[in-house]
């Protein structure tokens, strides 16, 4: 079975600049959330989407947004990029709301220059 | 606030020397205790879930347990390929997971 699925894998922009990243949940899955994690520590909670609609947001600038599509794929949106920006993105889904075990993409690193 | 403390920050062990990995957490009504394994640059990858005190569970060398205050990671026997950071994260209430910084584990042959 195909796990959670991220594009892209890496990713390099300057600052100003917009990025989307895009996220597949495990097939059945319809909660995704979305996690910033930056060199020597643990994710941070972005965003999470369950049917569509946000269930929970993070302590991060409004220049941070995301949306859940009908097949319950996931982009998220950063603009006016920071070099503060330049992380690890992971996407995770669960079957349900988060209140349940999480499984985690591979990631898409992003570097800000 | 929730919080979720690991120790130590890193730790290196020889093959076969078991150790344990500590999460210590500050939350208000657990609802989950996760632990994480994560290699370099890739996401995390799932290895337990504990609901309440007192539970265990055991994966190959692994075994995870959790009182009301903390978690442990029994590592028994190590082997090379156990090396990457061990992530432990509490879910409370409505509340999305709160990580620890995790252990990074050394492995030596």
């Known amino acids: 079975d195909a796990g959670v699925t991220q594009s892209p894998t890496h990713l390099i922009k300057t600052r100003g600049q917009h990025v989307t990243l895009r996220c597949s949940p495990i097939s059945g899955h319809k909660s995704v959330s979305w996690y910033q994690q930056v060199l020597g520590q643990g994710p941070q909670f972005i965003f999470q989407y369950y049917e569509k609609e946000e269930r929970g947001r993070g302590n991060f600038p409004d220049r941070f947004s995301a949306r859940q599509f009908p097949n319950y794929s996931s982009e998220l949106n950063v603009n006016a990029l920071l070099l503060g920006d330049s992380a690890l993105y992971l996407c995770?889904?669960?079957?349900?709301?988060?209140?349940?075990?999480?499984?985690f993409g591979p990631g898409t690193r992003l570097l800000v220059l | 606030e929730d919080q979720v403390t690991q120790s130590p920050e890193a730790l290196r062990l020889q093959e076969g020397e078991s150790s344990s990995l500590n999460c210590s957490y500050t939350v208000s009504g657990l609802r989950g205790l996760f632990w994480y394994r994560q290699d370099p640059g890739k996401g995390p990858e799932f290895l337990f879930t504990l609901y309440s005190a007192g539970e265990e569970k055991e994966k190959e060398r692994l075994k995870a347990t959790l009182t009301k205050k903390e978690s442990f990671l029994h590592i028994t026997a190590p082997k090379p390929e156990d090396s990457a950071t061990y992530l432990c994260?509490?879910?409370?209430?409505?509340?999305?997971?709160?990580f620890g910084k995790g252990t990074r584990l050394s492995v030596i042959a």
């Open positions: 994260a509490a879910l409370s209430g409505n509340t999305p997971l709160v």
């Open positions: 995770a889904s669960s079957p349900r709301a988060y209140q349940e075990t999480q499984y």
